[in-house]
C-alpha cells in the first residue's frame, strides 16, 4: 500500500525549512542577525502552531506506519510549541545581556523543537530514536552554549556523557524487543505481546533497559542525577528551556510506549513507574531543602514534579493519563513565569543565583515578589492556584484506582516540598532588603510573567475549558 | 428607625477602624461621634413612639444559621424594655464619645480608641436588640470583646494587660453558664427563640431537665444558669474580681462599659427573661440573696479605698446589687428605673472624676488630692450633683429609682426580701458616708499634691464639660420625670415584662409603712454627716478608728481576700497544669512529632546531597545499579531464569 500523505506532519516540515533557511541567512549575515532570526523563529514556531491546529485531528498513520497523529499526540504538540516560543521569547534579551548573542541559539531551539514534535508522533522504534536524538543532540549544545563559562562547558559535557549513556541502554532495549518480537513497528509490536500466553523474560529486560533511558528524559530519580548539575551549568535561559518543553515531549512519549507497544505489559511497567515515581517524589522533596541555589532547586522540583506526574502514569486509567497532560500543562506555564523571574534577578548585568539574593524582595520590587509568591504556592500546591488542582486530579486518580499508598505518599511529599517553596516567600518578604536588582525587564518577559501569574490564579474561574481538551487527549489511548 | 438606631455605630466602627488612618485623627472622631448621636437621636424618637405609644415589634433582618430544627435569624426586637435600654446605651455613648475627644487629646491612638468605642455600643444594641439567646450570646461576646480591648487600650502597661485579661478570664466563667442556660434552653423548649420561649414557659413550669446525672426542676437549672452569666458580666459578688482592675481602661471608657451600660447586660437579661423566671420562684430567692450580698460587700470595700475610680467602680458593684436583689422580689421595673438612673449619674461621677485626674495631671489617688474646689468650680459642682443623686438624696434620680427598690424589697415580705432590705438600708449607710468621703477628700482639706501638679491645675475644656451637663440634667430629673412610667400604676411595659400576680411588689410597695419611706433618706444623712465628721471636723479620726478595728480594716481594705483566695484556688493551679502541659508538648509531642520531623528531613536532604557528588562516573553508575536493580527485582520475582 503506497500512502505518501504528509499533511499530518506540515509543522514539523514546515519548521525544518526555517530552520534551514534561518540557517543560511545566519551564515550570510553573522551574528548581527540574532535577534531577527529569533523573533523569525517564535514567528514561525506560531505559525506551525496555527497550521496544527488547522490540521484533521483524527487518528492518520502516514508514511508506511513511521509517524501517527490523534489528539493526544495534537494536545502535546501544542504544549510543546507553546513551551518553545515562551522559552524563546524569554532567551532573546538574556543571550544578549549574557553576551552569548549568537544566531546559532534560535535555530538550536527550533531544531530541539523539532525533534520533539517528531519523536512525540513516532509510530516506530526507528522515528523514535531518530527525533529524540535530534532534540537531545542539540539540546546539549545549548547546555554548553556559553562556552567561555567553564559550568557552562561542564554541564554540557556532563549531559552528554550521560545522554549517550542513556540512548545505549534504549538502543539496546529496542534491539532487545525486535529480537523477541522481530519488528520495530509499534503496532506490530503490540499485537505480538498481545498474543502470546506467557512473557518471555527478554522483552521484560528490554522494557526495563527502553524505560531506564525514558526516564533520563524526563529527570525522574534514580536517573535523575544530571538534573542539578546541569540545571545550575546551563544558562539560565536554556535551564527554562530544559525545565519546560523536553520533559512534556518524554512524558507523552512514555505515555505513548507503555500504552501501545507495551500495553500487554502493564503489570510489568507498573512497578517500574511506581518505583521510579516513588523515588522521584522522595528526592525532589527532601533534597532540595538542603539548596542554596535557586537553578539547583528548581530542578530538585522539577524532579519531585515528574514524580508527582508519573503517579498518574501508574494508575493506568483515562483519569490518570488526562490528570497528566493536566499537569504538565500547568506546570509549563508555571515554570515559565518563575524563570521569567530568575531571569530578572540580576544586577549591574550579572545573574544572581543564591536564594538569598532575593531577601527582601518585596520592598525593592513588590511585583515581582508578588508574582513569585503566587507562582511559589501554586508549585506547592495550595489552592487556589492552579498548581492545587493538578495534584488534585493527580491524587483523585490514584484514588480511584486504589493507589492510596502511593496517593498518600505523594501528599506527604508535597508537604516536605512546600517547605522551600515557603522558604522562599519567606525570604522574599521578611528579610532584610538588598541592594534593588537591575530595573529594566524586557517586554517578552513581562508578557511571559503575566500570562503565567494570570494563568495561575485564574484557573479556578473556568477550570472545564482546560480539563475537557485534557480529557480528550486522554481518551484517545483508552478507545483502541 | 431602629436600623438607624444600630447600624450608624457599626459603619462608624468600620470607617474609623479600617481607614483610621486616612481618615485622620479629626475625621474618626466625627464620623464616631456623628455615628452614636444619630443612633442616639433615633433612639429617643423611637422611645416616645414605642414605650409612650403602645407596642413593640421585631425586625427580622437575615436568616442567621438553619441547621434540622434549629434555626435562628438576625432580628431587631424593639419593644418598651430594649428601646430604654437603647436610649441609655446611645445617650451615654454619644456623651461618652464627645467626652473622649477632649480627654483622650493627648493620646496616639485616637482612631482606634473611637473605633472601639463604637464597636462596643453596636455590640451593646445587638445585645439589647436580640431577639433569640444566639443573637444576645453575640452581643454579650461582643461587648466582652470590645471591653476586653478598652481595658487593655494603654498595652505599654503592665497592669492594665492584666487587668484585660483578668476581666476577659473571669467574663468566661459567667459566659460558660450563659452558654449552658442556651443550651438547656433549647433542650426543654426546642427553641431559642425568646416568643416561643415566654410563651411555652408556664406550660414548662413542672418539667425537669437532667444535669451531671441529677433531675432538676428545669426552669430553676436554666434561670440559675443564665444568672451564672448574668453575675459574670454585672460582677456580681463572687465574679466580681475584674471590675476594680478594669479601671486600668482609660476614664470614658470606665463610664461607658463598666458602670452605665456593659455591666447592667446582666440585669437586662433577668427582666428580659422575666416571664421565665416568674415560674422559677428558687432561682429568684438565689437572685436576691446573691445581689443584697453583693450591694453590701461592696460598699464596705468602697469605704476604705483610695484610688478614686476603684472608690466609684465599688459603688457601681454595690447599686447593681441593689438592682438584681429588686429583680430577685420580681420589682422588674424598679430594676430597670435604677439601670436608668444610676446610668445617668454613675456616668457623670466617673467623667466627673476623669475630669479631675485630667486636672490633677493624672493622678488618682485621692491622699494626694484636696484643696482643690475652686480651682475647678465646674466639676465640683457636678460632682455633688452625681453623689447626692446616688446617695439618693431627695428629688434627685436616685431617690426614686433606690427608694422604690429597698420598698419593694420590704414588700415582699420574704425572708429573703427582709434580708435584702436590711442590706440594702446598710449599704445606703455606707454608700453616702463613702461618696461623702470622696467629695471631701478630693475637693476640701489641705492641698496634698506636689506644687508642679497644683500649678498646672485647670478647669476640663467645653468639649468634655458638656456632656457632663448633659448627664447632670439627667442625674437631676430621670427619677421624677420617668417615675409613672416606670414603676407607677399604670407603667409602661405590657408584655415586656410579666409579674405574676402574686409576685407584683412594685404595687405593693406603694403601701408601706411611713418608716420604711422615709428610712433611706434619714440613713443617707446620717452618712453625710459621719463623713464630715470624719473629714472635715476631726481629721485624726479616721487614723484611730482604723487602729481600733484593725482586722476589720485589714480585711475590707484587701476586698475580703477574694483575689488572694483566686489566686491561690485557681489561678496558682492553672499555671502549674499549665507548665506541665507545656514541658509534655516540649518534651515529647514537640521533640518526636513537629521538630523530629523537620530534623529527619533535614537528615535525609544531607545524605541525598552526599550522592550528588558532580563526578559523571558516579552518575552513570548509579544509572547503571538502577537498572540492575530493576532487573534484578524481576528476576526475583518470577523466579524464572532466561
Known amino acids: 500500500m503506497i500512502d505518501f500523505n504528509l499533511i499530518p506532519l506540515l509543522p514539523e516540515i514546515f519548521l525544518a525549512l526555517v530552520a534551514m533557511g534561518l540557517l543560511i541567512v545566519g551564515v550570510g549575515r553573522g551574528n548581527e542577525a540574532t535577534n531577527t532570526v529569533a523573533w523569525f523563529s517564535v514567528f514561525a514556531l506560531a505559525i506551525a502552531m496555527i497550521v496544527m491546529l488547522g490540521l484533521n485531528w483524527d487518528e492518520h498513520v502516514v508514511l508506511s506506519g513511521m509517524f501517527k497523529f490523534d489528539r493526544f499526540i495534537g494536545f502535546t504538540k501544542l504544549l510543546i510549541l507553546v513551551g518553545s516560543i515562551g522559552a524563546l521569547s524569554l532567551s532573546v534579551r538574556f543571550i544578549k545581556q549574557m553576551d552569548m548573542g549568537r544566531f546559532e541559539y534560535p535555530i538550536l531551539v527550533l531544531m530541539a523543537t523539532i525533534g520533539m514534535l517528531l519523536m512525540v508522533s513516532a509510530n516506530n522504534m526507528l522515528a523514535l530514536y531518530m527525533g529524540l536524538e535530534l532534540q537531545s543532540l542539540s539540546l546539549y549544545v545549548l547546555a554548553a552554549f556559553r562556552r567561555n563559562s567553564i559550568k557552562s562547558a561542564e554541564a554540557g559535557i556532563k549531559y552528554f556523557v550521560l545522554g549517550a549513556l542513556s540512548s545505549g541502554m534504549l538502543l539496546f532495549g529496542i534491539s532487545l524487543i525486535y529480537g523477541f518480537t522481530g519488528s520495530i513497528d509499534f503496532t506490530l509490536i503490540a499485537d505480538t505481546l498481545g498474543n502470546l500466553d506467557f512473557m518471555p523474560f527478554g522483552v521484560i529486560f528490554g522494557l526495563v533497559f527502553v524505560l531506564a533511558g525514558m526516564a533520563f528524559k524526563i529527570s525522574a530519580a534514580p536517573f535523575h542525577m544530571w538534573t542539578p548539575d546541569v540545571y545550575q551549568g546551563a544558562p539560565t535561559s536554556v535551564t527554562a528551556l530544559f525545565a519546560m518543553v523536553p520533559k512534556v515531549a518524554a512524558i507523552a512519549l512514555l505515555i505513548r510506549l507503555l500504552y501501545e507497544p507495551f500495553g500487554s505489559l502493564e503489570e510489568q511497567w507498573q512497578q517500574i513507574i511506581y518505583f521510579v515515581s516513588l523515588l522521584s517524589m522522595v528526592v525532589g522533596a527532601f533534597a532540595a531543602i538542603a539548596q542554596d541555589n535557586i537553578k539547583r532547586l528548581m530542578a530538585y522540583s522539577s524532579i519531585g514534579h515528574m514524580g508527582y506526574a508519573l503517579i498518574g502514569v501508574v494508575v493506568a486509567s483515562e483519569a490518570g493519563i488526562s490528570a497528566v497532560m493536566l499537569y504538565m500543562l500547568i506546570y509549563l506555564l508555571m515554570t515559565a513565569g518563575v524563570f521569567a523571574i530568575l531571569m530578572s534577578m540580576q544586577r549591574n548585568q550579572v545573574s544572581l543565583e543564591k536564594i538569598s539574593d532575593l531577601s527582601g524582595l518585596s520592598q525593592n520590587s513588590p511585583v515581582l515578589a508578588y508574582s513569585m509568591a503566587v507562582l511559589m504556592l501554586s508549585m506547592a500546591g495550595i489552592p487556589p492556584m492552579a498548581g492545587f488542582f493538578g495534584k488534585l486530579f493527580i491524587f483523585q486518580a490514584a484514588v480511584e484506582a486504589k493507589f492510596y499508598i502511593l496517593a498518600v505518599l505523594g501528599v506527604l511529599a508535597s508537604v516536605v516540598s512546600a517547605y522551600y517553596y515557603l522558604r522562599i516567600i519567606k525570604v522574599m518578604f521578611f528579610d532584610a532588603a538588598v541592594d534593588p536588582y537591575d530595573a529594566h525587564i524586557p517586554f517578552a518577559r513581562r508578557v511571559v510573567l503575566l500570562i503565567s501569574v494570570i494563568f495561575v490564579l485564574a484557573f479556578i474561574l473556568k477550570p472545564t475549558l482546560i480539563v475537557a481538551s485534557a480529557q480528550g487527549a486522554a481518551a484517545v489511548l483508552f478507545t483502541g | ?642
Open chain 2, 1 to 642: 428607625m431602629e436600623l438607624l438606631v444600630v447600624f450608624p455605630p457599626l459603619i462608624a466602627f468600620l470607617l474609623a477602624f479600617l481607614f483610621g488612618k486616612s481618615l485622620g485623627d479629626k475625621g474618626a472622631q466625627l464620623v464616631t461621634c456623628s455615628g452614636v448621636i444619630i443612633a442616639a437621636i433615633s433612639s429617643i424618637v423611637l422611645f416616645f413612639d414605642v414605650a409612650m405609644g403602645g407596642h413593640g415589634y421585631t425586625t427580622l433582618l437575615a436568616p442567621w444559621v438553619t441547621s434540622g430544627d434549629f434555626s435562628v435569624n438576625w432580628a431587631l426586637k424593639v419593644d418598651q424594655l430594649s428601646v430604654v435600654m437603647m436610649c441609655v446605651i446611645t445617650i451615654v455613648s454619644s456623651c461618652v464619645h464627645v467626652y473622649s475627644v477632649g480627654y483622650m487629646s493627648h493620646d496616639d491612638a485616637k482612631a482606634r480608641f473611637m473605633s472601639y468605642l463604637s464597636l462596643f455600643t453596636f455590640a451593646m444594641l445587638m445585645l439589647v436588640t436580640a431577639d433569640n439567646l444566639l443573637q444576645l450570646f453575640f452581643g454579650w461576646e461582643g461587648v466582652g470583646l470590645a471591653s476586653y480591648l478598652l481595658i487593655g487600650f494603654w498595652n505599654q502597661k503592665h497592669s492594665a494587660n492584666a487587668a484585660a485579661i483578668k476581666a476577659f478570664v473571669v467574663n468566661r466563667v459567667g459566659d460558660f453558664g450563659l452558654a449552658l442556660g442556651l443550651f438547656a434552653t433549647f433542650a426543654l423548649f426546642g427553641s431559642i427563640e425568646f416568643t416561643t420561649i415566654f410563651e411555652e414557659a408556664p406550660e414548662m413550669a413542672d418539667s425537669v431537665l437532667s444535669f451531671f446525672g441529677h433531675e432538676f426542676h428545669a426552669l430553676t437549672l436554666i434561670g440559675l444558669l443564665l444568672f451564672i452569666g448574668a453575675m459574670g458580666k454585672s460582677a456580681q459578688l463572687g465574679l466580681h474580681t475584674w471590675l476594680p482592675d478594669a479601671m486600668e481602661g482609660p476614664t470614658p471608657v470606665s463610664a461607658l462599659i463598666h458602670a452605665a451600660t456593659m455591666v447592667t447586660a446582666g440585669v437586662f437579661l433577668v427582666a428580659r427573661f422575666s416571664p421565665l423566671y416568674e415560674y422559677a420562684p428558687t432561682a429568684l430567692i438565689v437572685v436576691t440573696v446573691v445581689g443584697a450580698c453583693t450591694a453590701f460587700v461592696a460598699a464596705t470595700i468602697g469605704l476604705t479605698q483610695f484610688d478614686i475610680k476603684r472608690v466609684i467602680a465599688y459603688s457601681t458593684m454595690s447599686q447593681l446589687g441593689y438592682m438584681f436583689f429588686a429583680l430577685g422580689v420580681s420589682a422588674y421595673g424598679a430594676a430597670m428605673f435604677h439601670l436608668m438612673t444610676h446610668a445617668f449619674f454613675k456616668a457623670l461621677l466617673f467623667l466627673g472624676a476623669g475630669s479631675v485626674i485630667h486636672a490633677m495631671s493624672d493622678e488618682q489617688d485621692m491622699r494626694k488630692m484636696g484643696g482643690i474646689y475652686n480651682k475647678i468650680p465646674i466639676t465640683y459642682a457636678l460632682m455633688w450633683i452625681g453623689s447626692l443623686a446616688l446617695a439618693g438624696m431627695p428629688f434627685f434620680a436616685g431617690y426614686y429609682s433606690k427608694d422604690i427598690i429597698l420598698e419593694a424589697a420590704f414588700a415582699d415580705h420574704s425572708w429573703w426580701g427582709e434580708f435584702a432590705f436590711w442590706m440594702g438600708i446598710a449599704a445606703a449607710l455606707m454608700t453616702a458616708f463613702y461618696s461623702w468621703r470622696l467629695l471631701f477628700m478630693t475637693f476640701h482639706g489641705k492641698p496634698r499634691a506636689s506644687k508642679k501638679v497644683m500649678s498646672h491645675i485647670h478647669e476640663s475644656p467645653p468639649v468634655m464639660l458638656g456632656p457632663l451637663f448633659v448627664l447632670a440634667t439627667g442625674a437631676v430629673l430621670a427619677g421624677f420625670v420617668f417615675y409613672e412610667a416606670f414603676v407607677g400604676h399604670h407603667a409602661m411595659w405590657h408584655e415586656a415584662i410579666k409579674v405574676l400576680e402574686a409576685n407584683d411588689t412594685i404595687t405593693a410597695a406603694h403601701h408601706v409603712p411611713f418608716w420604711v419611706k422615709k428610712l433611706p433618706i434619714g440613713i443617707g444623712l446620717i452618712g453625710i454627716a459621719l463623713a464630715y465628721l470624719f473629714y472635715i471636723s476631726k481629721p485624726k479620726l479616721p487614723e484611730a478608728t482604723v487602729k481600733r478595728v484593725k482586722p476589720l480594716h485589714t480585711l475590707l481594705f484587701n476586698k475580703w481576700f477574694f483575689d488572694e483566695l483566686y489566686d491561690a484556688a485557681f489561678v496558682k493551679s492553672s499555671f502549674k497544669l499549665g507548665k506541665l502541659f507545656w514541658c509534655t508538648d516540649k518534651q515529647v509531642v514537640d521533640r518526636f512529632g513537629p521538630d523530629g520531623a523537620a530534623g529527619t528531613s533535614n537528615k535525609i536532604a544531607a545524605l541525598l546531597s552526599r550522592f550528588q557528588s558532580g563526578y559523571v562516573f558516579q552518575y552513570a553508575l548509579v544509572m547503571m545499579i538502577a537498572v540492575i536493580g530493576l532487573i534484578s527485582w524481576f528476576v526475583f520475582k518470577t523466579g524464572q531464569g532466561f
